[in-house]
């Protein structure tokens, strides 16, 4: 099973302090895949141990057109079938692609929920 994790930044927080336990503990049937969508030296660490890492640097919620091609690309190319996503913007870049692709989607919220109307 491959999974994909989308994260907001790639430097450590206490979300990338969660997946790591996840990772540590999945089965040898499930291959982790992480999409960041800023650089950091979290991400690096995630390669050097040889995970597959994707950044879409600079995504914005008003490019939906590049943002689900982008995804969809990745989905498709790795074969994903369950994405997990972290915040409500994370969700909300990742989630178009994963249904039309028919994924899986997981939103994990780490935190409390902003008062912002969109979320």
């Given at each position: 099973?491959?999974?994909?994790?989308?994260?907001?930044?790639?430097?450590?927080?206490?979300?990338?302090?969660?997946?790591?336990?996840?990772?540590?503990?999945?089965?040898?049937?499930?291959?982790?895949?992480?999409?960041?969508?800023?650089?950091?030296?979290?991400?690096?660490?995630?390669?050097?141990?040889?995970?597959?890492?994707?950044?879409?640097?600079?995504?914005?919620?008003?490019?939906?057109?590049?943002?689900?091609?982008e995804v969809r690309s990745i989905i498709e190319r790795e074969k994903i079938e369950i994405v997990h996503s972290s915040y409500a913007?994370?969700?909300?870049?990742?989630?178009?692609?994963?249904?039309?692709?028919?994924?899986?989607?997981?939103?994990?919220?780490?935190?409390?929920?902003?008062?912002?109307?969109?979320?």
């Open positions: 099973m491959n999974v994909l994790y989308a994260i907001t930044h790639g430097e450590m927080g206490g979300v990338h302090r969660f997946l790591e336990s996840v990772f540590a503990n999945h089965s040898a049937d499930v291959r982790p895949v992480v999409l960041s969508f800023r650089e950091g030296a979290w991400l690096d660490e995630l390669r050097r141990a040889g995970m597959k890492v994707y950044c879409i640097d600079g995504a914005r919620i008003r490019q939906p057109v590049r943002l689900f091609r913007w994370c969700h909300t870049m990742v989630t178009p692609a994963a249904r039309w692709s028919g994924c899986r989607s997981i939103w994990f919220h780490h935190g409390p929920i902003s008062d912002r109307r969109w979320q």
